[in-house]
């Protein structure tokens, strides 16, 4: 098969369309015939030498996709051949087949496409397990996602407007505070003009943010916290800011806070299966009734892969950029 390879980690030009061994499913795993797959911020790291694979996983950057079951590895119950579906992926999303554990499959959600499907696993996946399972994002609170038009910002925006809370998040341009503010958000703070910290403040007479989803770790870490609310809580999922910095740990005990990091792609096959089975049931019905859906920037032929990686780190994007693998 052909698969995208890195050969020596560096710019997006390190990504090499190469012809590689077709992968074997394992016991308990599914081979899925890809049709597409989607960039995270994740594989640019990888590609930079920065985000080695977990052990097992496959060498391939890759963290979603979506195509049709290839072939059943020994015991899986529950799919068959030829079945669409989208998968939550620890790597290998940039080939043309990746062997994946059948648990952290999902079936393509009724009414969108393979190529809509492949831009849904790793986002929603994470959004969903950590605003909502770790965080307990309740109706009527206050949440600030950094980063709002970001492939993770436009499914969170979405799924928490929706579940009734007032939502905040970060924008670099006007144009996508415009699009933040169509996906759920009550207001969308230019994070190189304002501060959110005022921002949020002010909006919320005070109270501050009652879940912070955070994408830039060190550098926001400070003022994260002094967003905070009595009892809030602050789930650092990304790093872009740095991974070093103060915490004032009188601010976070005078609001009896919570500071939490947490990472999806390591996390234990089972853990990320019960993770799928919850947002099977939480998240597909509303994807179902188009309430929450896919928003995908542009799709480019795998071959344009390091096109794609270069959209993504210019942050030209708004949702996800999909790579087309296959025809569809
Ligand atoms: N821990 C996990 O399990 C997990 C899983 C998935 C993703 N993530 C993390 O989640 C983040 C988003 O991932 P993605 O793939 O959706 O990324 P993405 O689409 O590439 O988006 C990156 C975002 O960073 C924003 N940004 C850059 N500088 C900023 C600043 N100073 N303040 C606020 N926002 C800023 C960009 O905003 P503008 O475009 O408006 O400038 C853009 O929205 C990444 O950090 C990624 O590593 C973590």
């Known amino acids: 098969m052909r698969a995208v390879t890195i050969p020596s980690p560096g710019e997006p030009d390190a990504l090499v369309l190469a012809e590689v061994d077709d992968p074997v499913p394992g016991p308990g795993e599914v081979l899925v015939d890809v049709v597409a797959t989607a960039v995270n911020r994740a594989d640019v790291l990888q590609r930079r030498g920065f985000y080695d ?43 043309e087949k990746v062997a994946v554990p059948s648990g952290q499959l999902l079936p393509v959600p009724a009414g969108l496409s393979l190529l809509e499907a492949a831009a849904l696993p790793e986002v929603v996946c ?117 991974t070093r910095a103060e915490l004032d740990l009188g601010r976070l005990l005078a609001k009896r806070a919570s500071v939490h990091a947490t990472a999806l792609r390591a996390r234990p096959t089972a853990e990320k299966a019960a993770i799928v089975e919850s947002v099977l049931a939480g998240v597909w019905p509303a994807v179902e009734a188009g309430e929450v859906r896919p928003v995908v920037d542009r799709v480019l032929p795998l071959e344009q892969v390091a096109e794609a990686h270069r959209v993504v780190e210019a942050s030209e994007h708004v949702g996800k950029v999909v790579l087309q693998v296959r025809d569809a």
């Open 126 to 242: 994470t959004v969903w397990s950590n605003v909502f399972g770790l965080a307990a994002l309740e109706p009527g609170e206050v949440l600030l996602v950094h980063g709002g038009t970001s492939g993770i910002g436009t499914c969170a925006l979405q799924l928490a407007s929706r579940h009734g809370a007032r939502v905040f998040c970060t924008v670099g341009s006007a144009a996508k505070a415009e699009r933040a503010v169509a996906l759920g958000a009550e207001r969308a703070v230019l994070y190189r003009e304002e501060d959110f910290v005022d921002v949020v403040r002010t909006a919320t007479d005070g109270k501050g943010a009652d879940v912070v989803l955070d994408n830039m770790g060190a550098q926001y870490l400070e003022r994260n916290v002094k967003v905070l609310a009595t009892g809030g809580r602050l789930v650092v999922i990304g790093l872009q800011g740095g």
């Open 53 to 95: 694979p977990p052990p097992g996983a496959s060498r391939y950057p890759g963290l979603e996709c979506a195509g049709r079951v290839a072939a059943l590895g020994e015991g899986v119950a529950g799919w068959a051949v030829g079945d669409e579906v989208c998968a939550l992926l620890a790597g290998g999303g940039y080939a």
